[in-house]
């Protein structure tokens, strides 16, 4: 699955470079060590510039969130004219891609440390819960277009969406902080069993790959 | 499903007093803002007593991580004469709690903070992967077990065990950074309807409530 990088390209404005700066000092410190020091260090023009245009780190972070959840929606596959099931397949291999590349790796790393601090960040759990709501009603059109399509059973939907979103955030909690001992390929197979089960009519679930 | 806290009786013994301090600002202050002023704070005895017990907040943590695991495996219902299927529906039960206390909640929060900084924290990354790689195991074992009773079918166990451990990691984050938006009832639903069309054998999987 094709995966761009964030901040793919370079940018001469400064807010998105203070952002970009704050997700190479992430990546390269983690989100306990992060300082505006370690920012600058990853900023190529004045550090004062940081503070001109940021009140503080925090300030910082809340927008190199709502960036990077922005690009991962943007990178998502989004709905084409084949039917229901081949999207929902296409959503699947993106989110869980079982051989991220290095890139895709430090962004699911650096999204797990920042969702981490949700519990005691109103803010963060705040776009966290916006972002899963919206994952989860994406999924559930899916669902709910492949049973208008008469691909699916006329199964529940919105259960069935958020079943699967929490899975996939299960994997990428895990692949970020268990990384050795996940089997994404298990996961994978059996995501795939349920769907077959639950929700494809007998014909198409005939014609899957077992 | 009843659910002792951790830390339910106080003790005399100062290492694991000084533990007990810790989840306490853990749970006021959140990760990022813990601090040894702070485990003082929650601490009956002089705060010098620290220092003499331990190196930093990061030696601390580490204790606590451990003691945290340990109590959640301790709560967690064991192999019973029942058939493995009531084992596994205890385990879910447990684990994917649909209506959890104050006590529950603020642990889940703690497990999460420390689950996110295990990107950039080696030794955490060490004990949450032994954790699950255990857990995995106990999961595997029961369902080898339902096959060898004939409640099962002969699935790859290691597969189902990594899949449920995914969908329960999920949940657990979900549930700690995004609570408004999780619907535990959903999810539970999904994934029994997931044993009963991959795990349970026909005669059994009738007997299921639907």
Redesign the interface.
Known sequence: MVFDPPFGTDTDETRPAIVRATYEALIE?????LTIQRIGDEFPKSKSLIYQHYDGKDEVLVDLLEFLLDHFETQMPHPSTRDAHDCLENVLDFVLEPDPDADRAELT??M??L???????ET??EY??AN??QF?RDLADIVDRGIEEGVYRPV?A???A??L???????T??R????????AA??R???D??LR??LLREDRANGEKE
């Open positions: 410190h983690g989100y306990e060590n790393n650096v797990v440390e969702r981490g601090q949700a519990p005691h960040n963060f759990e966290f819960t899963d709501r989860r529940d919105e259960a069935v958020e079943f979103l929490t899975t996939m955030n299960g994997q909690m895990r970020a902080t268990a990384d050795e001992g996940v089997d298990a996961i197979a059996e995501l069993a349920y089960s639950r």
